[in-house]
Nanobody, 121 residues
Framework: QLQFVASGGGLVQPGGSLRLSCAAS????????IGWFRQAPGKERGGVSC????????NYADSVKGRFTISRDNAKNTVYLQMNSLKPEDTAVYYC??????????????WGQGTQVTVSS
């Protein structure tokens, strides 16, 4: 059974860091592009970052550029989102999702459960 498990969320002070993990089970994700999304209370879900199947191509939402870094370790079947210089507006539930291709274009065909990130003093 294909499954994503997102973890690593928590409560952090402004300016702090967290590393989110998206671990896949039931399939190997090394071919597929993987994206991170987030949804804050009362807001629509929005894209944060995407990494291609090869790991060569990455993209970021403007709001997180320079602060967040997406990476993947295919040997561990896991994609990471390193989040630095966190701001209160980064507070949201973060989700990972799989594309049906190795490219960061088009839609997603599988979603993991979210992990809560709260940035507050």
């Amino acid at each position: 059974q294909l499954q994503f498990v997102a973890s690593g969320g928590g409560l952090v002070q402004p300016g702090g860091s967290l590393r989110l993990s998206c671990a896949a089970s039931g399939f190997t994700l090394d071919y597929f592009a993987i994206g991170w999304f987030r949804q804050a209370p009362g807001k629509e879900r929005g894209g944060v970052s995407c990494i291609s199947g090869s790991g060569v191509r990455v993209n970021y939402a403007d709001s997180v550029k320079g602060r967040f870094t997406i990476s993947r370790d295919n040997a561990k079947n896991t994609v990471y989102l390193q989040m630095n210089s966190l701001k209160p507006e980064d507070t949201a539930v973060y989700y990972c999702a799989k594309r049906p291709s190795p490219l960061c274009v088009g839609g997603y065909d599988s979603w993991g459960q979210g992990t809560q990130v709260t940035v507050s003093s």
